[in-house]
């Protein structure tokens, strides 16, 4: 069962600021998130496991809500190298280390 | 410089045959993955191995097939019995963290169409 990714597009300003969420129908243990631009690997951006902090560097942050099971990742004062496919990759509560579940991602434009 | 080498890139396929996808790390890592990516539906997992001589199927195995002779090592063939392979494929690595997956390093990927 994929993650729910939303929304699946949006096209901002640079400078605006965005929010991309995710949500699963499954106890969650973990969070992933990765960014991934046209014809390139997907590149990580933090992990959130259960029970931990909120995450972030410089202008891009996550935060996991553990009961609701979902996940948001913000893009303050966006620049035009954010712009990219982010996909939040899942684990599931007592599932181990065996991969990621992946959402169908955000397509996220900057435009100057 | 340490990190994920697939290959190859580019690969055409008649149908029928079988191909072999390579994928080598020099990272140490115990665990590996194979994904293969469709447009608009995100990254779905094929096989992983968490160490030597051990795999195990992901969410869509049908008509793959891998092997985890060496460490460094997960080739991933696709089998004739792959009803739609062509797709675009990623093989990463990671060092498990904590119970989680940790970190996923993945290769530049390998594009096979079928023809």
């Known amino acids: 069962q994929q993650p729910v990714q939303s929304p699946q597009a949006v096209i901002l300003r640079e400078g605006e600021d965005a929010v991309i969420n995710c949500s699963s129908s499954k106890a969650l243990y973990s969070v992933h998130w990765y960014r991934q631009k046209h014809g390139e690997a997907p590149v990580f951006l933090m992990i959130l496991l259960k029970g931990g902090e909120q995450k972030g560097h410089e202008k891009i942050s996550a935060s996991f809500n553990e009961k609701k099971q979902q996940s948001s990742l913000y893009l303050t004062a966006s620049q035009l190298s954010y712009s990219g496919t982010y996909f939040c990759g899942t684990e599931w509560a007592g599932g181990g280390a065996d991969g990621l579940t992946f959402g169908k991602g955000t397509h996220l434009i900057i435009q100057p | 410089d340490g990190g994920i080498t697939q290959s190859p890139k580019y690969l055409f396929r008649k149908e029928g045959q079988n191909v072999t996808l390579s994928c080598e790390q020099n990272?140490?890592?115990?665990?590996m993955y194979w994904y293969r990516q469709d447009p608009g539906q995100g990254l779905r997992l094929i096989y992983y191995s968490q160490i030597v001589n051990d795999f195990q199927k992901g969410d869509i195995a049908e008509g793959y097939s891998v092997s985890r002779e060496k460490k460094e090592s997960f080739p991933l063939t696709v089998t004739s019995a792959q009803k739609n392979p062509t797709a675009f494929y990623l093989c990463a690595s990671s060092i498990p963290l904590g119970g989680s997956t940790g970190e996923l390093f993945f290769g530049e990927g390998s594009r096979l169409t079928v023809l």
């Open positions: 990272l140490n890592h115990d665990a």
